[in-house]
């Protein structure tokens, strides 16, 4: 497996190496450190200074050199920006307010009344509310496909459609999706194709580099990873688009805090590192669930009997598959509950990708305004459960879910007795 340390020239942002395998690991640890800095650069703070300024001063009338407004521009997003693209091997990245804020400027720079993407249906619950409950009273008509067939993206494209969006892996069902093969069709049909890169980011997976034109980020996530920062990015290689999405910042006025900004730059410097310590976790405990009796399925792209572990080899870098499980105890819904308030260690909060180990119930949580049959028919059960699992102790991660599978297995086994007892006895 070869590995390269690249640093971007200064300032530049763009580290200007061409596309590489997928499945090469980069150690982008230099760049999330440094971002486009000067390596030699001897003078200047080690920590992005915040610069908490709305205004900035004009030389003369009509003369104004640097930043003008902070909903423009601010020093400090203007260096988280330069580290994101620089991540990606493209100019520095456009910072929002949050993941929802970057996909709706996203959404408001390439799609107009009549207009039309395909979406799919397997994606962040709030993406599926943004196009159903906003974007489709304005004019704005989405086609929600099982991305994981190539063959349906291409049926769902007509003349209308302006825009792909995929999420792979799927929230929180880890389904993957083929971004090469998609990009290939999108790129037939002259479409753009945008990657919610959220959960892998681009230290396993590089949208990019497999033919995607847009990397879309909640940097809410692993990125900033420590539960304090809301925010979102927008990486790309087209820079006529990224001047529009610029614009449709600056007009509706989402970008990013620079106090933020100043939280999420310290927290990416450690993201390599964490992004290798949780996948590493996350597969022990996927281990550890997968051959428990009291589970009745788990969901883990680095597991052997994952259905498309060859698409995971391909397409994530490193051997590293991110650090989300997802899982279902055996008993549906009850058992689920059950072993979610049976946890200590592992936090039940709507949230992935933080230093601590968060566990979710997206039926009713991340995924409870997606319509009940769409859902459904993507996987998400009444008794799933999702693990993102965090820099603690590996064994004490397992121990806490194995005194919450002992609360679920104990509700299973007394809705049996009480089957049991309902049933006819002759
Ligand atoms: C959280 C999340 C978003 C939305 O990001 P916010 O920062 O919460 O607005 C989008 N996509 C994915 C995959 C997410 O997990």
Redesign the pocket.
């Known amino acids: 497996m070869s590995r390269s340390i690249e640093l971007g020239a200064g300032g530049k942002g763009v580290s200007g190496s061409g596309a590489r395998g997928p499945g090469e690991a980069r150690v982008s640890g230099t760049i999330a450190l440094h971002g486009t800095r000067d390596p030699a650069r001897r003078s200047g703070p080690l920590v992005v200074p915040l610069v908490q300024s709305t205004s900035w001063a004009h030389s003369a009338v009509g003369r104004c050199d640097g930043p003008t407004y902070a909903r423009v521009g601010n020093p400090t997003v203007d260096e988280l920006e330069r580290v994101l693209g620089a991540l990606e091997d493209a100019p520095p990245a456009a910072c929002f307010a ?4 970057a ?1 709706t400027a996203l959404f408001l720079a390439l799609l107009r009344a009549g207009d039309h993407a395909v979406v799919g249906e397997a ?2 619950g ?2 599926v509310r943004l196009f159903r409950q906003v974007l489709g009273p304005l004019g704005i008509g989405a086609t929600f496909v099982d991305t994981s067939d190539p063959g349906q993206v291409a049926a769902a494209i007509n003349p209308r459609t302006k825009l792909v969006f995929i ?1 792979t892996p799927a ?1 929180p069902t880890l389904r993957l999706t083929d971004i090469a093969a998609i990009a290939r069709i999108a790129r037939f049909a002259r479409v753009p194709l945008a990657v ?1 890169n ?2 892998l980011t681009a230290v396993i997976q590089r949208p990019l580099d497999l033919g995607a034109d847009i990397s ?1 980020y ?4 692993h990125i900033d990873g420590h539960s304090s920062a ?3 990015a927008i990486v790309t290689r087209d820079e006529p688009l990224l001047e529009r999405i610029r614009f449709v910042r600056k007009a509706t006025g989402n970008i990013q805090a620079p106090f933020n900004a100043f939280l999420t730059t310290r927290g990416i410097k450690t993201l390599p590192l964490r992004i290798r310590a949780q996948s590493e976790a996350a597969l022990g405990v996927a281990r550890a669930l997968a051959d428990d009796d009291r589970v009745e399925r788990v969901h883990y792209p680095g597991l052997p009997g994952f259905p498309q572990a060859a698409l995971a080899a391909k397409q994530h870098a490193g051997g590293l598959h991110g650090g989300v499980v997802t899982f279902e105890p055996r008993g549906g819904a009850e058992a689920g509950r059950a072993l979610l308030d049976g946890l200590a260690l592992c936090t039940l909060a709507e949230h ?1 990708g933080s230093v601590e180990t968060l566990i979710t119930h997206p039926a009713t949580m991340t995924h409870a305004d997606v319509p009940v049959d769409q859902r459904l028919r993507v996987g998400i059960t009444d008794g799933l459960v999702r693990l993102s699992v965090g820099l603690e102790d590996p064994a004490q991660i397992i121990a806490d879910l194995d005194r919450g599978l002992d609360a679920a297995a104990a509700v299973a086994a007394s809705a049996e007795k009480g089957a049991a007892a309902c049933a006819p006895t002759n």
């Open positions: 949050s993941g929802l804020a996909e994606i962040y709030g993406t999420e929230n919610d959220t959960f879309v909640s940097t809410t996530k809301l925010g979102g992935v």
